[in-house]
Structure formats: structure tokens, C-alpha cells
């Protein structure tokens, strides 16, 4: 049987890496900071996967952007210096990546992040070898729109048909239908099985072994 799809195209946030709490807390420290209003973890999920700009123009919309500009400076901060939230990849990504990888899939990232914060986890994690293009959202524009995936399509050449996205968000399911992509949904992200489901992904699966399984063929006998 061959493989359904040649090109496998994860979200970073909520979908490898198990970060959602740190990225609440850091946005709440922020906000903290500057005497604003906190926001409620729900609210912060809600704009997990946005560009920061972005993220930040949802979360706090009666800000000025002067405002929203001292909060994201706030946030690079806690983010990067002073919270130490632990972060690591979700439980079987390390394998999952090394058997898609066997079976010959093409890997490559398209995240919210901006591209110091990427190239920084992609270090510490030392799992860049297992993609051949990442795309951030301060190089290509925020999710939901599909410049990040035509690009990552542009640069291996693969059709749109031949790839697929996956992603723990309903920004990451747009994207993927605003490119021609067909996706997969994870649970265990930021966004719940409800909303999820309302996008029409291919599946909705509670662990990342469950996706590996999902795109791999079954061995012939």
C-alpha cells in the first residue's frame, strides 16, 4: 500500500511540544507587568498558534498598540529569561519522528513562532535533522493564513495534494484548507475535540503515537 501523503507538515505549539502552560503563564506575567487586566487560561488558549501580534491583538483588543507592543516585549522576556516552565516534547515524538522518517515521509514545521524562538527549540530539542523546511509566523505571516504552507510546498516541491498538516488547533485546520491541504487534529493540544471536529479534519487523535500509526501504512505480509 503506498503512502497516502509525501509530505508531513506539524504545527510546533500544543502539537510537538508540550508548551501551553508556559506560553498561559508567560502572557499572564506580561499583562501582570503592565498593570492590564490578566488573561483567563481559556482566553490565552484560545490564541495559542497566532503570531504574537496577532495572538496579542485577540487577547487584548482595547489596547492601543503601543500598548501591545510593551506586552510582547514583556512576554519575549518571561518567555525566554525569567519563567521556567518546563517544555518538553509531547510523550512518543521523539520516536514518532524517527519512524516517519524511516519510512521515507518529508517532514517540515509551520508555527506561530517567530524564528529565534523555532531555531532556539529546535536546538534544545536537537530534532531539526527530522525536517526538511520550517516555516514562523514573523517570515510568513500568521496563521490562519496559507503563506506558510505554500511557501514549505514551494520549497520541496510537493503538491498540495501529496501533503498534509497536523496541528492541535483550529488556526492550523484553516490554514490547511486555505492551501488545499488535507489535516489531522490532535486532542491533547490547545484547542478541544469539539471545535476541532468543526473544521472536517481527516482524524482527531489523542497522542502523537496515534498519528504516527494513522500515517503509516500497514507493513504488507
Not at 490578566?38 to 490565552?44: A, C, G, I, L, Q
Not at 516552565?85 to 518529508?106: H, N, Y
Not at 486555505?178 to 484547542?191: E, K
Request: net charge negative; glycine share 6%; aromatic share 8%.
Amino acid at each position: 500500500m503506498n503512502r497516502p501523503f509525501d509530505l508531513i507538515v506539524f504545527d510546533w505549539d500544543g502539537t510537538l511540544m508540550d508548551s501551553a502552560r508556559k506560553i498561559v503563564r508567560c502572557f499572564q506575567a506580561a499583562a501582570a507587568d503592565l498593570g492590564l487586566p490578566v488573561p483567563t487560561e481559556d482566553r490565552v488558549r484560545h490564541i495559542i498558534g497566532l503570531g504574537l501580534n496577532e495572538a496579542l491583538a485577540e487577547l487584548l483588543p482595547e489596547t492601543d498598540a503601543d500598548t501591545r507592543q510593551r506586552v510582547a516585549e514583556r512576554y519575549r522576556e518571561h518567555f525566554l529569561f525569567l519563567d521556567e516552565t518546563e517544555m518538553p516534547l509531547f510523550p512518543g515524538v521523539r520516536e514518532g519522528l524517527e519512524g516517519l522518517a524511516a519510512a521515507g515521509f518529508r517532514m517540515a514545521i509551520a508555527t506561530g513562532k517567530a524564528r529565534r524562538g523555532l531555531d532556539r527549540v529546535l536546538r534544545d530539542t536537537r530534532t531539526s535533522v527530522y525536517f526538511c523546511s520550517t516555516r514562523c509566523a514573523d517570515e510568513a505571516g500568521s496563521k490562519p493564513h496559507p503563506r506558510m504552507l505554500y511557501d514549505i510546498l514551494a520549497h520541496t516541491g510537493v503538491m498540495p495534494e501529496r501533503a498534509v498538516m497536523v496541528g492541535d488547533t483550529t488556526y492550523d485546520l484553516e490554514m490547511a484548507k486555505a492551501a488545499s491541504l488535507s489535516s489531522i487534529a490532535v486532542s491533547y493540544g490547545a484547542h478541544d475535540r469539539a471545535r476541532l471536529l468543526n473544521h472536517d479534519p481527516l482524524a482527531c487523535l489523542d497522542t502523537f503515537s496515534e498519528v504516527c500509526a494513522w500515517l503509516r501504512p500497514p507493513r504488507r505480509t
